[in-house]
């Protein structure tokens, strides 16, 4: 009897126990399904959010993403980079990498201090010139240790204040904290070294995360109209996608991509102009604040252990080549610049010297504001030179010079979005690529142009996408008309504090100047220095060099234009 009970009550137990195990079997796969959705999602998160600030790095998507607080719109994105371009970009950010601090978060008191760093001169006190001056440079922290790991951002320059000379000297960085810097001796006289810190190595992490994080470092706004009615809004390259509906202006020739907010009661074809609404500044906290200490750790000059000083002498032998490993671009003496590359640079005194250089050509200037001043300065030095009152707005653009009887024309016009301007009217906003796509080109034609400061407070990989529609327009232009002088302006040093180096740093201006270099390298193109020319020049950096460069820089955009010999 108890032994047909059992019998009788296994197959209802095993019927139960089956259909618990179904059920705990559901349960785990619905748990592990969410998890990995969860860990999914926060791990597709924040790389859709770095994806979003460089859109030139993957295709356009069919449908729009589901809306998600915080993310990054940028419309159709750009088209996907080809195999080539893929690998040159690549490179590109590999020679950009830039040795950081082992550990992150230490205390202020292990970063480097200029102040307790020190440099030495390696060799004799007397050297010739065209030898190659050695300097070795120590890195200490706060607590006077030795650093351990390079990466500190630091410039050099050697000069004889008494006879208005200067070089650049090129820094090597061992990765250990210490340095060796060279110079090429070029003039006879005593020389003075001088090592100053920008930044030290522990402030490139912030400075690089607000690169790539806090695109929106800038405001950029337009301004839309129709009759009476008119309604400003926020524009960028990207904008958060869950806020309002957006307009694109990406532009049709080159794929540029540029959107602002729709206003609520206009059309985006009612757009008037766009202008600079200002900085959103609340980016550093209290622990990052620390390593912008003017004074203290921003731009800060490193001390000499001894005798900062060599004397020069004559050349030994009837010695003419300079035996530096380091080729600098040039160097000052008297005030003047000498170039040690390309054309020797002339000196264009006169209104009438510049005049019979420019005699039947046409100069075409586009760019930023630190090319303006190029125009600027021929508007003022060359008489002849006549302004065409084209209503253009203060400080903006286009502007024109005639000069009929020599048959010169020069103009100049700025590059298109992102610039941060006074209002322009949105017509005039132009990309550099489709003005040089038209012009007609020739041996009469220069074109100079220069894209950089705008860009700073971008990921790099979106100033290499507008350098590399350029680099096309540039080869299509030569392709047709071989003869056209391109005469390219690289970044140049400015001021530094701890305001700027949000905006302006100059280590954000030598990473963009680094990838320009790159990318027009073997090119029928000229460059002209400017991060050498304001970094050997004894006056102090700005944005915008003083009328000493200027004239010196005019002298080389000249000396290209003229060299020694041509008729």
């Not at 050099?156 to 210490?178: C, Q, T």
């Not at 008119?230 to 990406?250: H, V």
């Not at 050997?536 to 009328?547: F, G, K, S, W």
Request: proline content about 7%.
């Amino acid at each position: 009897m108890c032994c047909s009970v059992m019998v009788g009550r296994t197959p209802r137990l095993s019927l139960i126990f089956a259909v618990l195990a179904v059920i705990g079997f559901i349960l785990l796969i619905s748990i592990i399904t969410s998890l990995k959705d969860l860990k999914n999602h926060q791990l597709r998160f924040p790389l859709y959010k770095i994806k979003s600030s460089i859109h030139s790095a993957f295709k356009p998507p069919k449908v729009m993403s589901p809306v998600v607080v915080h993310q990054k719109y940028c419309g159709q994105f750009v088209q996907k980079l080809t195999e080539e371009e893929a690998i040159e970009q690549r490179h590109l950010l590999n020679s950009l990498a830039w040795p950081g601090p082992p550990v992150k978060g230490l205390p202020v008191n292990f970063s480097s201090n200029p102040a307790k760093s020190y440099f030495v001169i390696q060799g004799p006190p007397e050297q010739h010139i065209g030898d190659q001056l050695v300097v070795k440079v120590h890195v200490h922290n706060f607590l006077g240790q030795p650093k351990k790991h390079g990466g500190d951002f630091l410039i050099a320059r050697l000069h004889s204040p008494e006879l208005r000379a200067g070089v650049a000297g090129k820094v090597l960085d061992h990765n250990d904290g210490n340095y060796t810097v060279l110079f090429p001796l070029l003039w006879a006289g005593v020389v003075k070294v001088q090592i100053t810190m920008l930044h030290p190595s522990e402030a490139m992490v912030f400075l690089k995360r607000l690169r790539e994080e806090q695109t929106d470092t800038v405001v950029f706004k337009s301004l839309f109209r129709s009759g009476s009615l008119s309604e400003t809004t926020d524009c960028d390259m990207c904008l958060p996608i869950n806020q309002k509906p957006l307009c694109n202006y990406t532009d049709l020739e080159t794929g540029e991509p540029w959107y602002c907010y729709k206003p609520k009661k206009l059309g985006c074809d009612t757009r008037i102009n766009h202008y600079n609404g200002g900085y959103r500044k609340t980016f550093f906290n209290k622990y990052e604040a620390d390593f912008f200490r003017s004074g203290v750790n921003v731009r800060v000059p490193i001390p000499a252990a001894e005798v900062d000083h060599v004397t020069v002498l004559p050349a030994e032998n009837n010695q003419t080549e300079v035996k530096s490993t380091y080729n600098a671009a040039g160097y000052y003496f008297q005030d003047n610049w000498r170039s040690l590359s390309g054309a020797a640079t002339q000196q264009f005194n006169n209104s009438s010297a510049i005049t019979n250089c420019l005699r039947g050509k046409i100069v075409y200037m586009h760019g930023d504001s630190t090319i303006r001043q190029w125009f600027e300065y021929l508007a003022a030095f060359v008489p002849n030179l006549k302004p065409v009152n084209l209503y253009s707005l203060n400080k903006v653009g286009p502007f024109m010079l005639v000069d009929n009887s020599n048959n010169i024309l020069v103009k100049f016009r700025c590059h298109g979005p992102p610039l941060r301007s006074t209002p322009v009217h949105s017509s005039e906003l132009r990309y550099i690529a489709n003005e040089i796509d038209r012009i007609q080109g020739g041996p009469n034609t220069v074109f100079i142009l220069t894209v950089w400061t705008h860009f700073a407070t971008y990921p790099i990989e979106t100033y290499i996408r507008r350098l590399r529609h350029i680099r096309k327009a540039v080869v299509r232009l030569l392709n047709r008309e071989p003869d056209t002088l391109v005469v390219i302006r690289t970044a140049n040093l400015q001021t530094m504090n701890p305001a700027y180096s949000l905006f302006y740093s100059n280590w954000l201006s030598l990473q963009i100047d680094t990838v320009l270099r790159a990318m027009f390298k073997g090119l029928n193109v000229k460059m002209l220095d400017a991060w050498e020319m304001t970094l050997a020049h004894h006056l102090p950096h700005n944005l915008h060099p003083p009328q000493a460069i200027i004239k010196n820089m005019i002298n080389v955009i000249l000396s290209f234009t003229c060299p020694v010999g041509k008729k």
